[in-house]
């Protein structure tokens, strides 16, 4: 076949349109990492799906921002890396917003709020955190549970402080009396609780902390997907997505049903 110009000039119009289409839908993927073992907030089931608390927050503000979610694995220190590098526009990992964390990322408005505990085995000595002392304490590398102890370590006296990747590979050790005790997130704690059996939360620590959703740094998202959540709370979606995954209505005026403004560094 002989090409002449007009040939291949409709012929670059037809590619540049299928790579316009292309363009196009994968402009409408918000591309989500997901820690895979943080019940009730992610995980994956048997299948290779995600659910979860956080899995569904996403998914519904995705769908009202026109977008479809496309989740996966990620550890939890690993996120913070994908949305810097753009690998990903989103991160849930109930992902505590922090001034530290807003100087690279973004956040959405919160949408849950939560404290932290001090957590060990229900027949353990230690009850609260003065109990620390000479201990080694667990947490999970990166999250704000392992930032309060580290700031903490010296005044409380702990002995020494183990990283993990894995929340329940901590409560293995645990188990098995390679550490003494664990800081984290006590909803997550709760509920990981009602299948291991043998630890309790011995005391919590009032922090203050709010999840929100985060985002590569001044991501052209942010306010789409935002704007979503604000829609959520207002016609009773987060409140009735708190009640499938906690058994419980949100506390009136708390992060999960009271739309709040964008974090800000």
């Not at 037809?14 to 990492?33: C, E, K, R, W, Y």
């Not at 907030?41 to 927050?57: A, H, N, S």
């Not at 010296?154 to 929340?167: I, P, R, S, T």
């Not at 609780?193 to 985060?214: D, N, P």
């Amino acid at each position: 076949m002989n090409f002449t110009r007009r040939n291949l000039l409709v012929l670059a119009a037809a590619v540049g349109m299928a790579g316009g289409a292309s363009f196009a839908h994968a402009a409408d993927t918000l591309n989500v990492g997901s820690y895979p073992s943080n019940p009730p907030f992610e995980y994956k089931t048997d299948k290779g799906t995600f659910e979860g608390f956080e899995v569904d927050i996403v998914t519904e503000a995705a769908k009202r921002a026109g977008m479809t979610p496309e989740i996966a694995d990620y550890g939890f220190q690993a996120l913070f890396a994908g949305t810097s590098s753009k690998r990903i526009d989103v991160a849930i990992s109930s992902i505590t917003i922090t001034p530290e964390r807003l100087k690279s990322q973004s956040f959405t408005q919160p949408y849950y709020d939560s404290d932290m505990g001090v957590a060990a085995k229900s027949d353990s000595t230690i009850k609260s955190i003065a109990d620390l002392k000479g201990k080694t304490i667990g947490v999970l590398s990166g999250s704000t549970g392992a930032k309060w102890v580290d700031e903490n370590k010296a005044a409380d006296g702990f002995a020494d402080v183990k990283g993990y990747n894995a929340q329940q590979e901590m409560f293995l050790d645990l188990g098995a009396g390679r550490i003494d005790a664990v800081v984290s997130d006590v909803p997550g704690m709760e509920y990981l609780f009602v299948k291991m059996k043998g630890f309790a939360v011995k005391e919590r620590i009032k922090t203050g902390e709010q999840y929100g959703l985060m985002m590569t740094k001044d991501s052209p998202l942010l306010g789409k997907i935002n704007d979503a959540l604000t829609a959520m709370k207002k016609d009773g979606t987060t409140q009735a997505i708190h009640k499938k995954w906690f058994g419980s209505d949100a506390p009136a005026g708390s992060s999960t049903v009271t739309e709040k403004p964008i974090p800000k560094a």
